[in-house]
């Protein structure tokens, strides 16, 4: 008779039952379920697949694009363009539309691709017991009680309970962030450990590394942890970035301002003044396209664009335009360790002998390096101790070493592999070392007994055993210790535990190695071969090193004002060890997982800002920790690579992905994926971005100030009940070629000297801050002044009401150009000849618009349609004097601005 329906019992944790529990409780047995009870399962719990989320029709997520008030702005310029038969400017309006929409509909569904990516985690096939037979079955089949069984190379296709193991070590950086394969077994574990902590629990998606093993199925499709994970990234929100909502709130303001003005413009003349309705409307519509900065939206994109460009060079792809700004405001760099900050290599860094300590040099798995012993350099093949570990790190070893190019590859466990490469470091022999032994029997590693034996034979009449394992367990097997230049000596194991908890203090995980010669004729390895029969030659300290270009990375960081938390799956010990190598603040204070479970969220929201390193973490508490730093008003970048780092990477301000080692699903979820899976490039990304931004600002500074002094001239001309200045025609001219050629040399302006020593911005700071405003104000009536000044100059002159235009127009766009060279810096002062140097685009700009107003003042055509008229040399020269007087009064006011600023902050 079939077992019963699963137990509802779900008092203790399946990690803490025994496995003959656990198989009771889903009603299930070791010969696994009959096709009739999996089929009545099937119906029961769907399908063992990740379901896709509900897929929006393209055509409504396209016009979903346009339902923004700066998209209502810029067709309502468009229009107002195109009834003015400015076919050039209605053309780029609506291309910026349509730009923009086909951005937004192409990042839309990103969330779908992560769940996508996920989704392909899952295995394909799986092997599994029904009615007693083994069966290779698609993983959408099975059904919680069924048997599994795993091989190496296999991955995961369900989360298993354990119930039988043999040698079974299981990679799951992916889910967890630990670097190196972890044993399993079927013992039970306290009800509260950790995830990476469960051996008894295999989790889907994960690789099985070494080992066979038999479990009972306890979760399908959206109950496993990486379905947990998935529903966790469907359910987080994405925050808008700083920009979007500034220019949301930006484009309200304007269109409200603009109306206003237009509307009481529009009252104000047909009513009090009862000027002619047909010159006062085109009047006003002048008006409004002189006000509405219709070129900033496209030079804004321009400007994140060529961002993108400058960050690819750098290793930085970014996915999602808005990205490029977020990271120049960023505070906090929510750092994952495994594979960021560290190389996720093995390597080894310390040997123990019983009278002496080695430092073990090198990179990744290359087998060379020094050999340090009390900080001097030492000849490694004629040191009998260090030959004693390397005999025993090759042979007591199934990993191999491939070179491909300048960078070398482990093929099987990355601590074995660092064990190769320690032995060809040790013994000058390259990546296979000692060739001359052959192995003739063998004791697999197994969690039972936690080491590894093997047997060989060389051929002059030699063979010994070398084991390595965990320490606990090769002290317990061994009786002497190798005393160099002593021979061997009784076990102290006082000193071989103080040692081993040095080693683990400072992050480092322990292995044990020791020996045994055996006469020539032993060809077959027993466990009664080892007990107490052992020499311990020493201990093996070994660490996922952190990159060296990561410790530059986080100075430069604290530099610039930016906080660097890491948050991993690994132990706090060796999150410690590795956060103080690479210069992070607080490394004395660690929070894990099991501390952050029982937090509640206040408390939570205070520990985050004092705590700078977060170890044993889930999912769920790298999720909550991101939330809570933005609860601060943060802007917060979160790095990652795993299955485990998607949903913090689509809830961060900021997700970057390593597109090396990073999963799918961290790719998709993510705004920005390093090529290189360099931490460093992080930084490089954030002074790209802080770049970006200041060009942004320099856009918006220039463009805003430039658009208002055009708009006020027409408005002070309605008002005051004169001919207007400039002309509305000669106004949409001066709008057309600065909007499109000065502006956008702003795009491209390089990184400013002492960028990266700025603080971070504020998370609200306002697009138009009260500098800003003031910029506005001062510029607008600054050009007024010398607008009208030279309009009326020349009427006193005698001169024609058309020439005095002319003379008006051509003055306001020479403004405009020395008003670029003083916003090119920002920073620092406009007054210095590496200011006025400029750039090669910022020429070729002026040069196009100095070419533009000479073509329209000087050929008869054009001045036919403009209503110009020739200028005289010497009211040009006039004009440019101006503009010289103008630059230095804004650098004059800029500078006592800034020294007050100073005052006021030292005082």
Not at 508 to 521: I, M, N, S, T, Y
Not at 528 to 536: I, K
Request: overall charge neutral; charged content about 20%; glycine content about 8%.
């Amino acid at each position: 008779m079939q077992s019963p329906e699963p137990s509802a019992d779900h008092g203790v944790p399946l990690h803490a039952l025994p496995p003959e529990a656990a198989l009771e409780r889903f009603g299930a047995s070791a010969a696994g379920l009959s096709e009739a009870e999996a089929a009545r399962r099937r119906s029961l719990h769907g399908a063992n697949r990740l379901p896709g989320a509900p897929k929006q029709k393209p055509v409504l997520r396209f016009l979903k694009q346009f339902n923004n008030v700066l998209i209502y702005v810029l067709i309502g310029s468009a229009v107002v363009t195109a009834a003015l038969q400015h076919w050039v400017d209605t053309g780029v309006i609506l291309a910026v539309v349509l730009i923009n929409a086909v951005i937004g509909f192409v990042q839309e569904g990103r969330a779908e691709d992560a769940m996508a990516a996920i989704r392909d985690m899952l295995a394909p096939q799986a092997m599994v017991l029904r009615d007693g037979q083994r069966q290779s079955l698609d993983v959408a089949a099975l059904v919680p009680g069924d048997i599994v069984c795993v091989e190496p190379g296999a991955r995961v296709p369900a989360d298993l309970r354990l119930i039988e193991a043999h040698a079974l070590r299981l990679q799951e950086a992916a889910l967890t962030g630990e670097s190196v394969p972890v044993e399993k077994g079927i013992a039970p574990v306290g009800a509260g450990s950790a995830l990476g902590d469960r051996s008894p629990m295999l989790y889907s998606g994960t690789l099985v590394a070494a080992g066979t093993g038999r479990g009972v199925v306890v979760a399908t499709g959206l109950s496993t942890q990486i379905g947990q994970i998935s529903g966790m990234l469907s359910r987080v929100e994405t925050v808008r970035t700083p920009l979007l909502n500034q220019m949301d709130r930006f484009a309200r303001w304007l269109t409200a301002v603009i109306l206003l003005v237009a509307v009481a413009l529009l009252a104000y003349g047909a009513l009090v003044r009862q000027l002619p309705f047909a010159d006062l409307f085109m009047a006003i519509v002048g008006l409004s396209v002189a006000a509405i900065p219709e070129g900033l939206p496209a030079v804004l994109t321009i400007t994140l664009a060529v961002g993108v460009r400058t960050m690819a060079r750098r290793n930085a792809i970014v996915r999602q335009l808005p990205a490029i700004e977020t990271l120049g405001s960023v505070s906090v760099i929510c750092s994952d360790k495994t594979g960021t900050l560290t190389l996720n290599a093995m390597k080894v860094v310390n040997l123990v002998a019983c009278d002496r300590v080695y430092d073990i040099g090198g990179d990744g798995y290359a087998p060379e390096g020094a050999i340090r012993r009390e900080g001097i350099d030492i000849r490694a093949p004629e040191d009998p101790v260090l030959q004693d570990f390397a005999l025993a790190a090759a042979l007591c070893n199934d990993a191999s070493l491939h070179q491909h190019g300048p960078t070398w590859h482990v093929e099987g466990d990355p601590m074995e592999g660092a064990l190769m490469a320690l032995a060809g470091k040790i013994s000058e022999e390259g990546p296979a070392p000692y060739r001359r032994w052959g192995r003739t029997d063998a004791i697999p590693f197994d969690a039972a007994h936690r080491y590894m034996a093997t047997l060989h034979h060389d051929h002059e009449g030699h063979a010994a055993i070398h084991v390595k394992g965990a320490p606990e367990a090769v002290l317990a097997l061994c009786r002497t210790q190798g005393a160099p230049g002593a021979g061997d000596q009784p076990l102290d194991s006082a000193y071989w535990h103080e040692m081993i908890e040095t080693l683990a203090a400072e992050g480092q995980r322990v292995l044990a190695v020791a020996r045994r010669e055996v006469p020539p004729d032993r060809t077959v390895l027993n466990t009664s071969d080892l007990e107490g029969e052992l020499t311990l030659i020493g201990l093996v300290g070994l660490i996922d090193p952190p990159r060296p270009e990561a410790i530059a990375a986080v100075t430069e960081c604290r530099i610039a004002g930016i906080r660097v938390k890491m948050i991993t799956g690994d132990h706090a010990a060796t999150a410690r060890a590795i956060a103080r190598q690479i210069g992070l603040q607080n490394v004395d204070r660690v929070l894990t997982g099991a501390e952050l479970q029982v937090m509640e969220d206040a408390a939570l929201s205070r520990a985050v800002i004092e705590t700078d390193i977060f170890a044993r973490t889930s999912p769920a508490h790298k999720l909550r920790l991101v939330t809570a730093l933005q609860s601060h008003g943060l802007t917060v970048a979160m790095t990652g690579d795993g299955v485990n780092d998607a949903p913090a990477l689509k809830r961060a301000d900021a997700g970057i992905a390593m597109g090396q080692g990073g999963s799918e699903a961290a790719k998709e979820a993510a705004a920005v994926v390093l090529a290189d899976d360099n931490f460093a490039s992080i930084v490089a990304a954030v002074r790209e971005g802080r770049t970006v931004y200041d060009n942004i600002k320099k856009v918006i500074s220039w463009t805003l100030p430039t658009s208002t002094g055009e708009a006020m001239t027409v408005v002070v001309a309605l008002f005051a009940g004169m001919s207007l200045p400039i002309t509305p025609v000669q106004i949409l001219w001066v709008n057309l070629i600065t909007a499109g050629t000065l502006g956008l040399a702003l795009a491209f302006e390089p990184t400013e000297p002492g960028t990266m020593r700025q603080p971070p911005r504020p998370r609200r700071e306002p697009l138009l801050s009260g500098t800003l405003v003031w910029h506005i104000a001062l510029v607008s009536m600054l050009f007024l002044a010398v607008v009208f000044g030279m309009y009326f100059l020349a009427i006193a002159r005698g001169d024609s009401i058309a020439y005095a235009q002319t003379l008006a127009m051509n003055t306001m766009v020479i403004l405009e150009i020395f008003h670029l060279f003083f916003i090119r810096n920002i920073h620092g002062t406009s007054l210095t000849l590496r200011a006025a140097r400029g750039t090669p685009i910022i020429w070729a700009c002026v040069l196009t618009v100095t070419l533009a107003q000479v073509a329209i003042t000087y050929i008869p055509a054009l001045r036919a349609i403009f209503g110009t008229e020739p200028l005289s040399l010497g009211d040009g020269m006039l004009a440019v004097a101006v503009g010289v007087v103008f630059l230095v009064a804004l650098e004059v006011e800029k500078q006592m601005r800034l020294r007050w600023r100073r005052t006021r902050g030292g005082a």
